[in-house]
């Protein structure tokens, strides 16, 4: 099984790498093989709103794909080969980062059934999906309304969205200085491999 993490905070060495890290960790543990992207790093601009993913560039049927040349190509064919992702946002304004929106309105492009050949085949098995949010307020319910619209944002993009995670309270110190955060992240990752997720 093959998992890509998206780590979607500037902060490299932040909470939310070491958070989406740790899954991963968990799942590598399971078998799975594993890789991630910082989001920061990558030069991704904005959807132009083209429709070249629907109607091609040129109006035909046969270059269906998102025609922006940037990273995010990178990352398509990265989606393409992934059985699952983890897309891990630290909490922005009660959203997700900026740079997690930019990366989700451009997978507009991939919910097309002609996105590419090899997308449409594998694309008959939804791909698993763990969102992972984490904010300075210690109440995790404070923000439930937008992570329940988020969840099914994503269900209606195609993906099977198996869990999602907020770790709050990180004004009170960092992600890996929770002890309590350790098995339970890598619990998270293990189980997105072995399946076995409480319905
Ligand atoms: C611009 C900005 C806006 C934020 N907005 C919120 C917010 O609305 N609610 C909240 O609980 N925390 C908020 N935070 C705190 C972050 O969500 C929190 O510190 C997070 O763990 C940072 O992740 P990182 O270490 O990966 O950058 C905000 C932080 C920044 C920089």
């Avoid at 543990?29 to 904005?46: N, Y």
């Avoid at 046969?62 to 989606?79: E, V």
């Avoid at 995670?165 to 002890?179: D, I, L, S, T, W």
Wanted: hydrophobic share 35%; glycine share 8%.
């Amino acid at each position: 099984m093959k998992i890509i993490g998206f780590i979607a905070s500037p902060r490299k060495e932040g909470n939310t790498a070491w958070i989406v890290n740790k899954i991963l960790e968990g799942a590598k543990e399971e078998g799975a093989e594993t890789q991630s992207w910082s989001i920061s790093d990558l030069d991704i601009k904005p959807c132009q709103s083209c429709y070249g993913c629907r109607h091609g560039e040129l109006g035909g049927q046969s270059d269906l794909r998102c025609i922006i040349n940037d990273d995010m190509q990178k990352l398509y064919d990265a989606l393409e080969h992934a059985d699952a992702l983890v897309l891990g946002s630290p909490v922005y304004m009660g959203q997700m980062s900026a740079q997690a929106k930019i990366f989700t309105d451009r997978l507009f492009a991939t919910n097309h059934p002609r996105f590419s050949p090899q997308f449409k085949e594998r694309n008959t098995a939804k791909k698993k999906l763990i969102l992972v949010f984490d904010q300075g307020n210690p109440d995790s319910d404070m923000f439930q309304l937008y992570f329940d619209y988020t969840k099914n944002m994503f269900q209606l993009l195609e993906f099977d969205v198996k869990d999602v995670v907020v770790v709050a309270g990180m004004r009170n110190g960092p992600a890996h200085e929770r002890k309590d955060l350790h098995t339970v992240l890598k619990d998270i990752g293990l189980s997105l491999v072995s399946e076995r997720f409480p319905e």
